[in-house]
């Protein structure tokens, strides 16, 4: 009789095919087990299944099986990573009949592990700890598997899978003898083929600075931190579980710090502040003009980003009573200006063209040399950028939304002072940027402002009186509630924001104040007060208070010409892709969160698609920085994901001219937006001939769009 | 016809064997090439030779036939390092009839090196700009290949084959480019690739800060230096051919520099001092001691010994007017106790058993961290130790000294404070340390003192009168020569060195005036005043002078103690390694260049040996590191030989006491001294019975041991 290979893995994807035979096939089994002592055990969800020798610890069957199960300690009943449940009841499917008592006794291990450590729950064992006598069925629960799932709470996303590139491990390293000269690393490094088979351990200069004492102080017992299974980057005397890692976004206006446990994937506590180079600029352009005029710029401007993120880092790690000398790892993405700065790059060749990269690749880098004030050992990961003007950022964003997995057309748009641009799907992905400048941020709009409280960020505009309802920030109600006036007495009604200035103009071209040119119609006058004349232009008044808020016809224009910057450059990448229509929207960061996305379509800022197929991303690039943080083979996926991208420069495409010219109209001269206006009425529009500011002897007349 | 392969290898070791139709073969060979309108190429020494297409530029054919040819610029006529001479001549073995007519006229190029850098020697030419017009014969020069061999003066060691670990590049960089948008950094590695087949270059981030401005300020034309072709380590605009390296020895008393062009292997200057932690203690184990006694010893010594590199390095650079920016690569070694403060590590591990390393390995580090002053990505290797107490210096002396080569036993030893003993031949090698203490240095001898100017470093005895004569260090004269009063008054006579020790005491022996067992014979005073009383025991008045130098049985005794240890280190190895006699032994260090080999093992020092066999290997640890730092392989080398040497801790061998009390004696209590005894006559001894201290009573007879 053939001997049963003991261990030998029989689960999911490498079944032997015994429908031919099943009857033969288990009695054999079952023989073979009487004979050679063996029992059988069965782990789900994973489903694979072996034959052991009885006394087998279950961590040991789990381990040779290639069973997902966590452990720190490697076996010594301390982390308490490797719990275990055994299911009871009969199996006909696996001809095994499980029951707790075909697991050995409670060890003194595990009542030690619940004392000091957390109870264990119900029915849960120490895997390391727990022996096969007899038949099981084990269930290996979420929190015990090491590539668990980190749940998104978004239905959108598919969950990340954790695997983080710092992971702890927990050795007994052999004591110093004199029988046997070695150095105390090559003993740890023993120690850790030994019990984790790790291979090619490289150090830190600081953990050989402080090795000896260490061992010594942990009684030849230590924790390790390893980064991408290659490098110790820390060492604890003793047994330590938690690592964490911290995930920063590094906006232009925002700098924004996630603080994660590497185990479990929860963000611990977050952080945000806003971006200290503003000092040197509210816009990049005008930080790059700094550096250009002052030779420490960089110096400078590099100092305060790092501090910056180590001020988050102090914050973040204070919430949960830890510190910054706890975070091992930091994730990073930033649009490049703020990625050359962050690294101490100037940033002035993106300044002007053909604005050239520093470099596009990802970078692995010691959080020591960026002067980060982290754990000594902590590295740092940033993202690849894509092109000069499409950056790191703009790489989180992919890796949140994941464009390349799915057949349908997605346009991904980041607005900022520049919108980046990204379209595809699983056949080809393309990126530009586009110019938008900062009008959608407010600023160049007359009564602009930052999306703070008191900023007007909803407008509806009733297309009969022509008389406009609103509401701001900081206050739940529209401003025709009762109350509205006392509620807003606090924060006061001070300025629009670029949701508001989005609605507002998108409201005045649906009730005919603005002309599908953008010209705001002067006739009205006699129709409302609202319209007001400024010299050879008009305007409209949306607010009497404290501060007047007025839409002058250049507030229009500045919509205009950031709209149509953003919408040609997804027409020509609509064109090098080859489609006319696009299945997907979705709008990151903070201005995608907030706009209305009808009235941005009703703008022609996004092209035509169907309303419900257009959404905010929210957070996207800090959530693909996340991500990587969590999910090392992400970067690698990434990286090859930005290597495949057709970049675009819509400075150099004679199209783009023509395409921004059409998209000056609302919402566009040439295209159709036949979803659109599916849903929306089209506006009453008035033709105007001849100029703006020539309307007082032009013909005019009304009709439908 | 079959068409040749154009190019194809056919040097030595791929000479296709002809010897059958060598007719044939050459006509097919001639009418081949006619038809194709191919010319033969021979290279010497190498070769190799090809037939090539007529108008192959030189560089090229040679980098076709693999030939070793060098090249900073890529062919591009500026660094002048390819140059190669053709040999005028008939040459019937390969059917060749070389002319200089053949090779293409001299270019505007080549003239324009010929002015601005230095101008060619005769005959001399670019290859990378001569093509091939007709049959040559070609020399290439040792100074173009790029292996070339470094000539070591000492005829006793092979030459060093020069193949540095950092190399320089010059590459022309592509534009960059908005209708192709990539990273300045990847337009770099591109060219790379493209002009030197390099790939996976991954580079310093203090490159990424600087690469834009220099790409600009170079016009796209950089010179790079790539370390282990894998790391981009420093960059300048436009072409530049000197890379610096630094080969540094740490000694307990000495820290010595030695700055190497990388290019040519040459030593361009030296530089030593003192070692400053001297002040920390005169002895390795005194400073140990500081550092138990004081928390902020191992910063404080850390601090001490990098600065004094830094200073070397400055010194030896302004010496060359270079600066230490210039210098990429320092290799350095250094005893245990000196390695572990030179990277921050506490020596408290090394002061007591069991005596353990806080790594064995080598060490690939940059030298920021380190705080060294060099070029900012200059990289340091550390050699491997071998065990607690036989450090990275000894690997050196294995490097250097190579006794793994040669199927003779050979002895190494290095002695300091404590000796280092390498035994072994191309089987098996094995070390260890034996705690000599510091009496060879002078230390703990009554009137003994480093060897500088004043020092009695030579001694002889008369054995009929007991006059000694002797020389001090800064005088050529011997003491009985009529003008030595007047040439050492400047110096003085101010004590005896290590070498002056092992004279005199040696001489004493060998004069009868102490005995086998190291007793000074009281007996002696009858016979001459140099013989004196002190308490119970005798001494021997070596000069008289404003200081007295007088020997006293206590550093007889010191001479004795630190003797045995060393012959018991040597003994012990010997016994494991099953041998009972010594082919060949090598004195590493300052004290093995000083002391006369005879006296040493008249002394029973070191065992007996052919004296025509054992000799001074010089500052085989320094040029060790030299080694390391000119030919990257040797590194792989000497780590591979370090992990197989078999490391003696002699404080666990039981032995080692009992050798330790037989080498006590002079020579040695139980072993024969045959080689040195044909040359040596044996003393005249008196053996006394009774202890030292009990002379009066006891009874003395003379025999010839």
């Not at 503003?278 to 002052?294: A, K, N, P, Q």
């Not at 921004?660 to 033709?687: C, G, Q, Y």
Request: glycine letters at 8%; hydrophobic letters at 40%; proline letters at 4%.
């Amino acid at each position: 009789m053939a001997k049963a290979v003991v261990g030998k893995v029989a689960g999911a994807g490498a079944v032997p095919d015994l429908r031919a035979s099943p009857n033969s096939y288990r009695y054999f089994d079952k023989v073979n087990r009487l004979v050679s002592n063996e029992v059988k055990v069965v782990f789900t969800p994973s489903g694979r299944r072996g034959n052991f020798p009885r006394g087998t610890p279950l961590l040991h069957a789990a381990r040779v099986l290639g069973v997902d199960i966590d452990s720190v300690c490697g076996g010594r009943g301390l982390c308490g990573r490797c719990q275990i449940l055994c299911t009871e009841g009969s199996f006909p499917k696996h001809q095994v009949v499980s029951e707790v008592s075909h697991l050995s006794p409670f060890t003194e291990t595990e009542r030690r592990y619940n004392q000091r450590k957390k109870p264990l729950a119900i029915g849960r064992r120490l895997s390391c700890h727990t022996l096969l006598e007899g038949d099981v069925v084990i269930d290996v629960p979420a929190d015990s598997q090491v590539h668990r799932q980190v749940v998104r709470k978004d239905a959108e996303h598919r969950d990340i899978k954790l695997d983080p590139a710092t992971r702890l491990y927990y050795v007994e390293v052999e004591e110093a003898d004199m029988h046997n000269p070695k150095g105390d690393l090559q003993r740890l490094l023993e120690a850790l083929q030994r019990d984790w088979q790790l291979l090619n351990i490289t150090c830190d200069t600081h953990i050989l600075t402080q090795l000896q004492a260490v061992l010594r102080e942990g009684k030849w017992s230590v924790t390790v931190a390893i980064y991408m299974q290659g490098k110790i980057t820390a060492i604890w005397p003793g047994f330590k579980d938690q690592a964490l890692g911290v995930a920063v976004d590094v906006g232009s206006t925002t700098v924004a710090a996630h603080l994660c446990d590497l185990r479990t994937g929860d963000v611990l506590a977050t952080a945000s502040m806003m971006n200290p180079q503003i000092r040197f600029g509210e816009d990049l352009m005008s930080r790059v003009s700094y550096v250009m005029m002052h030779p420490q710029g960089v110096v400078e401007m590099t100092a305060a980003i790092r501090e910056s993120i180590n001020q988050l880092i102090a914050e973040a790690s204070a919430q949960i009573n830890s510190t910054p000398a706890d975070v091992l790892e930091l994730v990073l993405v930033a649009n490049p200006i703020m990625h050359h700065l962050f690294l101490g790059i100037s940033p002035l060749e993106l300044g002007g063209a053909p604005f050239a990269l520093a470099t596009d690749s990802s970078l692995d880098l010691s959080a020591a040399e960026l002067e980060l004030s982290l754990h000594p050992g902590a590295r740092v990961y940033v993202l690849p950028c894509i092109a000069g003007h499409v950056g790191a950022d703009t790489a989180g964003v992919i890796l949140s939304e994941e464009p390349q997995v799915a057949s349908e057309m997605t346009l991904l748009v980041d607005v900022g002072t520049n919108a980046e641009i990204v379209l595809g799907n699983n056949q080809r992905l393309m990126a530009c940027s586009s110019p938008t400048g900062p009008a959608f941020e407010g600023a160049q709009i007359s009564c602009g402002q930052r999306a703070a409280a008191g900023a007007i960020e909803r407008v509806e505009i009733n297309p009969e009186t022509l008389e406009p309802r609103f509401k701001v920030i900081g206050c739940e109600l529209w401003s025709d509630a009762p109350d509205f006036s006392d509620k807003t007495e606090a924060v006061g009604i001070t300025g629009i924001c670029g949701s508001g200035i989005i609605d507002v103009v998108a409201e005045m071209f649906l009730a005919g104040i603005i002309t599908v040119d953008g010209v705001i119609d002067g006739d009205l006058m006699e129709k409302t007060p609202r319209v007001i004349s400024n010299d050879r232009t008009w305007s409209y008044r949306l607010h009497s208070g404290i501060t007047d808020i007025v839409i002058t016809q250049n507030d229009v224009r500045q919509i205009q010409l950031a709209k149509a910057a953003l919408y040609a450059g997804v027409k020509l990448l609509m064109d090098k892709m080859g489609i006319i229509s696009i299945d997907r929207i979705r709008l990151a960061g903070a201005f995608g969160s907030h706009i209305d996305v009808k009235h941005a379509m009703v703008l022609g800022l996004i092209p035509d698609c169907d309303l419900a197929k257009v959404s905010s991303a929210g957070n996207a690039a800090g959530t693909g920085a996340r991500i990587a943080l969590l999910n090392a083979a992400s970067r690698t996926n990434i990286e090859t994901i930005v290597r495949g991208i057709e970049k675009i420069e819509t400075a150099v495409e004679e199209k783009f001219q023509q395409y921004f010219v059409e998209a000056m109209a609302f919402p566009n001269k040439t295209d159709e937006f036949p979803h659109l206006f599916e849903v929306v009425a089209r506006p009453i529009s008035r033709i105007i001939s001849g100029s703006a500011g020539d309307s007082g002897k032009s013909r005019r007349r009304r009709r439908r769009i």
